[in-house]
């Protein structure tokens, strides 16, 4: 039991603005955030106003005695999915609620977080990069071939970016070179290999970099009512896509210039579906590195995966927003009972399997056609992207009515 301490508005706030920062950071949409200060704020006797967006958190603590309430407003210049870091900021969180902690020693254990390694050293995210691409190349209907090559291309892109990301300004031309790589690899391969499936290999390639989460999320937050946040995210989404298509688009003018193109792909069979399952639970594992997914929970990644791979299956027959209404509604009561019977965050279960949901792929194509010219071709794929969106955002929602997780995260 921590020993008691005078927790004063200032004391308060501060805890809660390193608390929320600390989970903007790490991926936390800004409505659930929201919430869960509130709520925090309210265990401890006090009254909070908090608006969050993805680059910034304004947090207001008003005292019980109606004093002048302390505001602070802070700035978040980088975020990313860290699912080991939720689960280490949710463990702090409860140690405080339960009172096992007291809220100076829980801002102690927030500070040294910063300096935490990553999650996954760079071998294992190397190698979750190969599984999640290869991965996805079956999925897409690729073949073990197909998964190799994407592999390969998924580690090549991983090198790049992070080389990127370590030079000042890089980062922000993560998108437009992942593009370039993308297609340069998959260019070169089918010079090589004439029957592989540029396309496949394009698409199983930059599946990391495809905003289909961010989409999703926005979505998600317009329907909650968070319009400016979730706005902010789908002009993000808009921004990926478009620096993607730009890189790509490099590469096949630079391809129409030497004038070596290669030749057209024959129909790609899909393998059989005892290999499309393996190469599904790999790239579900390999997008729990991704993610930051703690070790020791590697298992909720597969089986997450599993279950969005048996939903789809059964559901090929239903257009494709209700097959995607099916799936998350399917993942996200089985996310919410994890949340029930384990007391941790639902998303460690949720998210590596909704990455495999997400319409990532049909924003690109979208996109893609439209530079193209094909404007039908991409009104279509832009229309079939919102509505998937839809449909996932619908499912969860359905899900968090029908059976709620108890936990906000």
Request: proline residues 6%; glycine residues 10%.
């Given at each position: ?50 608006f ?8 207001s ?69 190969f ?7 079956v ?22 970016t ?5 030079r ?37 390639i ?14 998600t ?32 003018g ?13 129909v ?17 594992a390999s ?74 792929a ?5 996109l ?42």
């Open positions: 039991m921590a020993a008691a301490e005078p927790l004063t508005s200032h004391l308060l706030l501060d805890y809660l603005v390193e608390l929320g920062v600390g989970l903007m950071s790490a991926g936390c949409p800004s409505y659930r955030l929201e919430e869960l200060l509130v709520v925090l704020a309210r265990h401890e006797g006090f009254e909070l106003d908090a969050a967006v993805p680059t910034g958190l304004f947090v603590v008003k005292t019980p005695q109606g004093e002048a309430p302390v505001i602070a407003m802070v700035r978040v210049r980088d975020w990313r999915t860290d699912l080991e870091t939720v689960a280490l900021l949710d463990e702090v969180m409860n140690a405080v609620v339960s009172r096992t902690l007291s809220v100076t020693e829980a801002r102690a254990k927030l500070r040294a977080m910063h300096s935490r390694p990553p999650s996954w050293p760079m071998s294992m995210q190397l190698l979750g990069a599984g999640a691409s290869g991965g996805a190349a999925s897409f209907g690729g073949a073990w071939s197909d998964f190799f090559l994407a592999g390969l291309g998924g580690v090549a892109l991983r090198v790049i992070h080389l990127a990301r370590n000042e300004g890089g980062s922000f031309l993560d998108n437009l070179v992942g593009g370039a790589v993308a297609a340069l690899v998959a260019w070169v391969s089918t010079l090589l290999w004439p029957s592989h499936s540029r396309e496949i290999l394009v698409l199983a930059i599946i990391p970099l495809l905003p289909g989460m961010v989409v999703t999320t926005g979505l937050e317009l329907t909650s009512r968070n319009l400016v946040s979730g706005t902010a995210r789908l002009m993000d989404a808009a921004v990926t896509l478009l620096s993607l298509v730009f890189g790509i688009a490099l590469v096949v630079f391809e129409r210039w030497l004038g070596v193109k290669p030749t057209v792909a024959p790609v069979t899909a393998l059989f579906w005892p290999w499309q399952v393996v190469a599904l639970l790999i790239a579900s997008f729990g590195v991704m993610l930051g997914m703690p070790r020791k929970l590697m298992g909720l990644a597969m089986l997450s995966g599993f279950i969005v791979w048996a939903t789809t299956t059964l559901s090929l027959r239903l257009p494709p927003a209700g097959a995607s209404f099916i799936g998350a509604l399917t993942l996200g009561l089985a996310s919410n009972f994890y949340a029930r019977t384990s007391k941790r965050p639902a998303q460690l279960f949720l998210l590596p399997g909704l990455l495999l949901l997400v319409p990532g049909f924003g690109f194509r979208s893609d056609a439209l530079l193209r010219g094909d404007y039908a071709s991409g009104a279509g794929q832009a229309v079939d992207m919102v509505l998937i969106a839809g449909g996932l955002v619908m499912g969860l929602l359905v899900a968090n009515i029908a059976l709620p997780p108890r936990k906000i995260l």
